[in-house]
């Protein structure tokens, strides 16, 4: 009996374990060859913990010297991105790192980059790791402008008043889109939304800590029962809104995936633009003048908002989203053997790393100020080159939407927001950074931002 036990163990152990090697260790040295005779290399890979190590010591000891930048420098890239930046500055703007043992390749050219977007579809070689408008905003905006209206008044001696700009727009953003989307049901869709934030910070968490065992997902760590907690709300939640509203043309998984998408563009994209508006604004206070003339003169006092004659709003939302686009690197993974330009090949199972915020500061691409705040480089009169070919690569700046068949569908809609909500803000308000700010930019989300409002 015991023998059988035993050889029982072997014929499911043995496989098993030599699955593991293969992953662990074969596999790595498979893939990094063919990469190093194409001039692809990077950080060398160590055994299960690939480039872990090294990149935890990259931020801790980023993190003991506290490192932040002075107000006029853009050059957020070493803080939101510092293993890449590193890796960058010694393997070239191609190159391969080790999540574990799944290899991620970094790709830094612009070519590359739209290529595996443009296949970001149905049937495509790259797929995700994972799976009365107007009229709305404007409201929901005019509300907040009277609330900061009534603090500034209240403040002694005309010194204006400090507001946290990041929670006031992440706010707003929550009650426009869950207006927008869910109409009469909009307090139950933000409590949805809330709780997909919640979910969206536990997700870039578990990114953070570098190495994914498999099948953790499924243990009942505090993590994970928090995490399955919050997915039953938003499930609940959603169910319960699309059957009060009769919903019946979309499966329950294709409704979520829809509010995920309306959340991250609709909400947490559009305040995160609006906060870093702000602050470059109050640190560019010439252009928050002549943003603020053009307001008055194409919106005037009333309700009425032309924001098509916004030209200058526009340009500098564009320079925003260049400078502190919403999304510093996304990823793709290959689900076949593929070729990208420059004769690069990629075999499956490979991730694919976007890097965003590198690309925007690319002096290739964006001339030798790709590192200051230059709105006038989305000028579209006879002088300029145009928003479409403001940089040397087309469409360089809409790589902060997504790109190609599966662009972001919330473009517009933030655009549109952050456009109404700045000419608001802008007719009532001069606005400066508060003393104490520290310009140390992280994270996805918007973030805390103290500014000092002055009623004009």
Known sequence: MGASVVSALAVILVPCLWAVLVRLAWRPHAVTRPFARQGVRGPPYRFFLGNTGEFRAMWAAAASCGATLDRSSHDIVPLLMLHLHAWTSRYGKVFLWWRG?????SLGHYDMVRLVLASDKA???FVKPVRMMAGVMAACTGEVVRAWAAVVAAASGGEGAVVEVGRCFRELTADVISRTAFGSSYRQGKEAFLAQRELLLDAM???????????????PTRANVRRWKLERKVRATLKGISQSQRVAVMRMDEIIDECKTFFFAGHETTAHLLT????????????????????????GGGDALNLNKLELVTMVLYETMRLYGPISSIEREATADVELCSGVKVPRGTVLSLPF?????????????AGEFNPLRFREDGAGTGGAAAAAHPGALMLAF?????SCVGQDMAMLEAKATLALILRRFTFEL????????AGHLAPEMHVVLKLL
Request: glycine share 10%.
């Open 276 to 299: 870093w508006s702000m602050f470059l604004l109050a640190t560019h206070p010439e252009w928050q003048r002549r943003l603020r003339d053009e307001v008055l003169l194409e919106c």
């Open 123 to 125: 049937g495509g070689h």
């Open 434 to 441: 508060a003393p104490g700010y520290v310009h140390a930019p």
């Open 205 to 219: 968490a578990a990114m953070d800590d570098g190495v994914r065992v498999p099948g953790v997902q499924y243990v």
């Open 357 to 369: 915020a590198m690309l925007h500061r690319d002096e290739e691409a964006w001339g030798t100020d």
């Open 101 to 105: 043992s799944t290899p991620v390749l």
């Open 402 to 406: 997504s790109a190609g068949p599966r």
